[in-house]
């Protein structure tokens, strides 16, 4: 068997390996190279946010749970790249890492799937809703101090099984991913108004080591410029919030047909008692100065100690 040209790393979930599928895909077709059927093998690997399934990954350490072991076969040399989820991504990359492309992204927007209830106003008095991210329970609250908000951690299709069972009554879940798992009809999108996504949600990127010139040339060939320029903005908001998962943060920018940009942005405390929203409308060449921007007003705006309580 010949050796592959690249290896790809990932996470073993259904979601991760048909995400890493389209970048095989991708990369097959744009990059001759990389054409023939065995060029590119695939690599799952096991990571520590996959191993905690009791706890909400808050209490675990927060972000880059579902990135370091990934990360660590890198650096060792193991695989040439890493496909992540970008809502997964710490703030700060590694030093020798980057994320050399991003594939064009899925609508950001997430989904209440709750039976034939469409909308959050519509969930009954004291309904329970099962989430594990602090970013959409704070939403909730706020807009629903009545409802129920309980921890429900697992794939996708664990988290739909057990709304079918009755543990919860409703939960949320990010419509990229039920478009990429064929799962697109399958509960109600929110508006964005009314729940704002993660940083980097619907967002694919592919991370190798900044000294590969050959990794980062192929995957040069796939990288998708509008994505990246909305993430920037995003992740530039969340370097000044200095986000992690402990704290509700949500950050979505989206190009305008004039070369513009419009970031939305916003912090909250955990109970939802308060949350602060804001944006910024620029240039998306100042993709990183309009995120830096929001992201200091919010800050000014929460006032000292907002994000830490």
């Known amino acids: 068997m010949a050796t592959p040209s690249l290896r790809l790393g990932t996470r073993g979930s259904k979601l991760a390996l048909v995400q890493t599928g389209l970048v095989r895909a991708a990369l097959a077709a744009q990059v001759p190279a990389l054409a023939a059927a065995d060029a590119i093998e695939i690599v799952t690997i096991r990571t520590t946010g996959d191993a905690i399934q009791d706890r909400p990954l808050s209490e675990a350490g927060g972000k880059g749970l579902f990135v370091k072991e990934i990360e660590d076969a890198l650096f060792a040399g193991r695989i040439d790249a890493a496909v992540h989820s970008m809502k997964d991504m710490p703030t700060l990359q590694p030093p020798g890492l980057t994320i050399a492309a991003f594939l064009p992204r899925e609508d950001a927007r997430d989904v209440l799937i709750a039976g034939d209830v469409a909308r959050i106003a519509d969930l009954k008095q004291g309904a329970i809703v099962g989430t594990s991210a602090l970013r959409r329970r704070a939403q909730l609250l706020h807009r629903r101090p009545d409802l129920q908000i309980v921890t429900l951690r697992g794939n996708v299709d664990t988290r739909l099984a057990k709304r079918e069972a009755g543990t919860v009554e409703a939960t949320l879940l990010a419509l990229a991913g039920l478009k990429r798992l064929g799962l697109a009809h399958v509960g109600h999108a929110v508006p964005?108004?009314?729940m704002l996504p993660a940083v980097g949600q619907g967002a694919v990127c592919i991370e190798c080591r900044a000294d590969d010139s050959r990794t980062r040339a192929w995957l040069a060939a796939i990288d998708h410029a509008p994505t990246a320029t909305c993430v920037e903005a995003e992740h530039a908001m969340l370097a000044v919030l200095d986000g992690s998962c402990r704290t509700p943060i949500a950050g979505h920018a989206v190009l305008t047909g004039d070369a513009g940009l419009h970031l939305r942005g916003l912090i909250a405390k955990?109970?939802?008692?308060?949350l602060i929203f804001g944006e910024?409308?620029?240039?998306a060449s100042?993709?990183?100065a309009l995120g830096h921007e929001l992201g200091h007003e919010l800050l000014r705006r929460g006032g000292p100690g907002f994000l830490s309580t």
């Open 192 to 194: 964005e108004d009314e």
């Open 270 to 274: 955990p109970d939802g008692s308060e």
């Open 286 to 288: 100042e993709a990183e």
């Open 280 to 283: 910024r409308l620029g240039a």
